[in-house]
């Protein structure tokens, strides 16, 4: 199956401060999903992006699926940004595989 | 537009016993897949729905079992539970056969003691 990694496993920012996370998956997906979850286990979503970029407020994605990465910029973060973000890639013939996670802390 | 829905949110249960685990998806979403979190093993794969149709199953084994109704509600069966299937059992939805998309429900936390 593919394989997730993302990096780095954890992150610990000052407020105000920006964050890339990366993805690197190991082959050709056609789905790639962002999301955060929340203390309470809700994944949310942040971005639907198999390929190109998107911009959502302070968070941005870009996907470059020929070389096999995904990047989720966070900036001027706050504290409600703290949580686990997962990247999730899926293929045509694979099912949905998600990294290990991001575990981002943002302090006052 | 309501969400993924998932009940219950919390359950204990006992090694040896069953549990079943209910998800209704998005109005107008059809397809369902089901997935299981630990901290040792992380997000896992269980299975994909579509019309009725298990399309997909992860690596699991054949204690955890699902279907789908005809208005795409969807549960999933664990029998003789174990102490490792405790995990927090999330369900997310899509739209339509090909998987685009999914949006996640709150999840089922289950603890077997």
């Given amino acids: ?108 | 537009k309501a969400g993924v829905t998932q009940t219950p949110r919390y359950l204990i249960k006992t090694r040896g016993q069953q549990v079943t685990l209910s998800c209704s998806p998005i109005s107008g979403h059809r397809s369902v897949s089901w997935y299981q979190q630990t901290p040792g093993q992380g997000l896992q794969f269980l299975f994909e729905y579509f019309s009725e149709t298990q399309r997909n199953k992860g690596n699991f084994p054949g204690r955890f079992s699902g279907r789908q109704f005809s208005n795409s509600r969807s549960e999933m069966n664990v029998s003789t539970l174990e102490l490792g299937d405790s995990a927090l059992y999330l369900c997310a939805s899509s739209f339509g056969e090909v998987i685009y998309e999914q949006y996640f429900g709150p999840g089922t936390r289950l603890t077997v003691t």
Avoid at chain 1, 30 to 42: A, E, I, R, T, V
Avoid at chain 1, 45 to 55: A, C, D, M, R, V
């Fill in chain 1, 1 to 108: 199956g593919i394989q997730v990694e993302q990096s780095p496993p954890d992150l610990i920012l000052q407020e105000g401060a920006n964050s890339t996370l990366r993805c690197n998956f190991s082959d050709s997906v056609n789905n790639l999903q962002w999301f955060h979850q929340n203390p309470w286990g809700q994944l949310i979503n942040l971005f639907y992006i198999p390929s190109g970029t998107k911009q959502n407020g302070r968070l941005s994605a870009t996907t470059v699926a020929t070389e096999r990465y995904s990047l989720l910029y966070i900036s001027s973060s706050q504290t409600t940004d703290s949580g686990v973000y997962f990247c999730a890639v899926k293929s045509w013939v694979h099912d949905m595989r998600f990294g290990a996670g991001t575990r981002l802390t943002v302090k006052p």
